[in-house]
């Protein structure tokens, strides 16, 4: 259609161009009229622009639009990666020190419990004594004094915090299938001496404060 009318526009002009006189020649009497060659001249240009209009229609190349859709699968995982491994992030002392004699630790672990369970989220840390991920750590083992205790999170700048809050510890991660295999400990009965004098501001810690965090029930034997 565009190209039709833009041919008759063309035509008019050509027509008004070639054959002025058959719109201004006037007449001997003074009358408009019109001459036989401008009639013979409307011919040829008629003929002209249907011929010129014939070839610009059955000219125009006949056009498609094709639609590409976009991929908005999401990238597939490379099959040699195990979807379930996690990694684990720890800081690992003897159990006295983590247990009996660091004044804010307890506090520490009870505060960040309560935090998250006013906010509802998924508990993510636990304390494991005489874990068993400590056999990849040699350079570890031969530094600490046993029975060892770890704090063990999926929380890695918590448990930065948590090294660099507690200071005499040392700190690591690890990966496993599953949480089991993570927090496996080796079975140990934790004794602690009391002191003769206790001169600290605050009460000493209870014994057993900790099984709260402990991730299973049978991973601290019962105390007498």
């Known amino acids: 259609m565009v190209v039709l009318a833009s041919n008759v526009c063309m035509a008019s002009q050509l027509i008004q161009y070639?054959?002025?006189?058959?719109?201004?020649?006037?007449?001997?009497?003074?009358?408009?009229?019109?001459?036989?060659?401008?009639s013979s001249s409307n011919s040829r240009i008629n003929t002209q622009f249907l011929s010129i209009s014939s070839q610009s229609i059955t000219g125009v190349t006949p056009?498609?639009?094709?639609?590409?859709?976009?991929?908005?699968?999401?990238?597939?995982?490379?099959?040699?990666k195990d979807q379930t491994t996690?990694?684990?992030?720890?800081?690992?002392?003897?159990?006295?020190?983590?247990?009996?004699?660091?004044?804010?630790?307890?506090?520490?672990?009870f505060e960040r419990?309560?935090?998250?369970?006013?906010?509802?989220?998924?508990?993510?840390f636990w304390l494991v004594v005489e874990p068993k991920f400590l056999e990849k750590f040699p350079n570890i083992t031969k530094r600490l004094k046993r029975p060892a205790v770890a704090l063990v999170s999926t929380n890695r700048p918590w448990i930065t915090y948590m090294k660099l809050r507690l200071d005499r510890v040392l700190s690591e991660s690890y990966e496993a299938d599953s949480v089991e295999e993570a927090l496996a400990s080796n079975p140990v009965k934790l004794e602690f001496e009391k002191p003769e004098n206790w001169v600290a501001p605050y009460e000493k810690y209870e014994y057993g404060w900790w099984e709260t965090f402990l991730p299973f029930a049978s991973q601290q034997p019962p105390q007498a």
């Open 86 to 109: 996690q990694r684990y992030y720890f800081v690992v002392a003897n159990a006295k020190f983590m247990l009996d004699e660091e004044e804010h630790f307890k506090e520490l672990m």
């Open 63 to 80: 056009f498609t639009i094709s639609a590409v859709a976009a991929d908005t699968s999401p990238p597939s995982s490379s099959p040699d």
């Open 18 to 38: 070639h054959n002025p006189h058959k719109f201004l020649l006037p007449s001997v009497s003074g009358t408009s009229r019109s001459s036989s060659s401008s």
């Open 113 to 124: 419990l309560r935090l998250f369970e006013e906010r509802k989220i998924k508990q993510d």
